[in-house]
């Protein structure tokens, strides 16, 4: 796979990237895209239906058992060598953020370290009712366990349809366009915002923008650099393209 020399040359040259990461960079770990279409039991359901606080008060079960199903996808998932190569990357550059949409830690189980997670993550919770972090000794799969402060429903800690992103986590990310030098966005449909916002923040701040995924989506033509190939395969072969075959 020839990896354009704008990117290699940049990619050795940078000292300032910043990477955002959507369900196509775990594609190839197995674990469905948020807008594949879901099967088995869960095909009868719109993810947006679910993943909503309104749905949650509805029938908070439902959506917990939602969420212990896709845990159980993750848990059964692996790192592929997109992830990895990220990892590769990060140790590579002075100042590197990784900022993802993706809830299913498996750019920390990659190795990565300074992952920005705009949505949350799967494996974490807190009290439905006074917002406060739950930590869980052990998961029910069938139905929400209770917050022991105030005795609210457990909520996974990831952001809803409606909710506002962490506002930590979206300042950190924003900061991170805002002074990189080269922008990668890797398997993101970019039709979330406000994340489909930061590769073209990155641009405007004048960064290098390079898109990488497996077919034209919203943000064709908007960046300087379109690469359509799965991630899994292009990640590593940009690193050996920039780094040599030591990466
Ligand atoms: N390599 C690269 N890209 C891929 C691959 C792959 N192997 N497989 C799929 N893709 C691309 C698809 O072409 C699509 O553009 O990944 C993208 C997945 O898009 P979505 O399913 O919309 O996931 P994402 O962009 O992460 O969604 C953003 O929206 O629904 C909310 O909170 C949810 O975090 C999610 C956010």
Redesign the pocket.
């Given at each position: 796979m020839k990896i354009p020399d704008p990117l290699i040359e940049r990619l050795r040259r940078s000292q300032r990237v910043a990477v955002l990461?959507?369900?196509?960079?775990s594609?190839?770990s197995g674990v469905p895209?948020?807008?594949?279409a879901q099967t088995g039991l869960w095909a009868r359901y719109d993810?947006?239906e679910l993943?909503s606080p309104e749905a949650f008060r509805a029938n908070p079960t439902l959506v917990w058992q939602w969420y212990a199903y896709r845990r159980s996808l993750v848990e059964a998932a692996a790192p592929n060598p997109?992830h990895l190569a990220l990892a590769d990357l990060e140790r590579r550059i002075a100042d590197f953020t990784l900022i993802t949409?993706?809830?299913d830690d498996l750019h920390r189980r990659a190795g990565s370290r300074n992952v920005v997670e705009?949505?949350g993550n799967l494996f974490r919770y807190r009290c439905f009712d006074d917002d406060t972090p739950v930590e869980l000794v052990t998961v029910p799969q069938d139905a929400p366990p209770r917050c022991a402060r105030c005795g609210g429903l457990v909520r996974p800690d990831?952001?809803w349809?409606g909710e506002w992103l962490p506002p930590q986590a979206w300042r950190t990310a924003v900061a991170a366009a805002e002074r990189c030098d080269l922008f990668l966005c890797?398997?993101?449909?970019?039709?979330?915002r406000p994340?489909?916002d930061l590769p073209l923040i990155a641009r405007s701040a004048g960064a290098y923008t390079v898109e990488?995924?497996?077919?034209p989506?919203?943000l064709d033509g908007q960046l300087d650099l379109h690469l359509y190939?799965?991630?899994?395969?292009?990640l590593p072969a940009m690193m050996s393209a920039a780094f040599g075959d030591a990466a």
């Open positions: 990461t959507g369900a196509g960079v594609a190839e895209t948020f807008r594949d993810p947006a993943a997109g949409q993706n809830v705009l949505h990831v952001v349809f890797i398997g993101t449909s970019g039709v979330v994340a489909a990488i995924n497996i077919a989506g919203a190939a799965p991630a899994g395969q292009l």
